[in-house]
């Protein structure tokens, strides 16, 4: 294990000062899933949530969160990002919708917070969009799934 680079000698949380890194380019990946019943699926399908376009807004709630976190996790930095793509696919054999983010910036530290961050924001909007017909729906599965740039490499999640 490396050591914590958000702590300083005494132990007090520090922003890491990046200044000394190399701009280079940066992309990360994260999934997640949020699990319902089966008819929950099927009024997503059918277009009949009373709150509108789930699987767009949703999607839509991803992007913004992605460009926000720095607003949200205390220690991030604030970046220019150079994409952000979220997906929702729903997915009978869960079931429920299966959440994909991918992040990309060209600057001196990753994108694995913001890609974590959407996914995990798009998951939150699934369920507040319908949570009228399924209160009982499990957000499971959050992870980073791979990232590429920077100091420390590439990363590629176990499957």
């Known amino acids: 294990m490396t050591e914590l680079t958000h702590l300083d000698r005494t132990g007090a949380a520090n922003m890491v000062d990046v200044s000394d890194k190399a701009v280079t380019s940066r992309v990360a990946r994260a999934e997640g899933r949020i699990m319902m019943q089966p008819e929950t699926v099927a009024l997503i399908r059918a277009g009949d949530a009373k709150k509108g376009d789930v699987l767009g807004t ?5 992007i913004m969160a992605a460009k926000r976190t720095h607003e949200l996790i205390p220690l991030c930095h604030p970046l220019l990002l150079t994409k952000v793509k979220v997906d929702c696919a729903l997915d009978d054999a869960l ?7 991918e992040v ?7 994108v694995e917070m913001e890609a974590l961050t959407a996914v995990s924001v798009a998951c939150l909007t699934l369920y507040d969009m319908v949570k009228a017909a399924d209160r009982g729906m499990r957000i499971e599965g959050i992870r980073l799934i791979a990232k590429s740039g920077g100091r420390s490499g590439a990363y590629a999640a176990d499957d």
Do not use: F, K
Not at 58 to 62: I, K, P, Q, T, Y
């Open 95 to 101: 079931p429920g919708v299966a959440v994909t983010a």
């Open 58 to 62: 949703a999607r839509l709630a991803g």
């Open 104 to 110: 990309a910036v060209s600057g001196q530290t990753g």
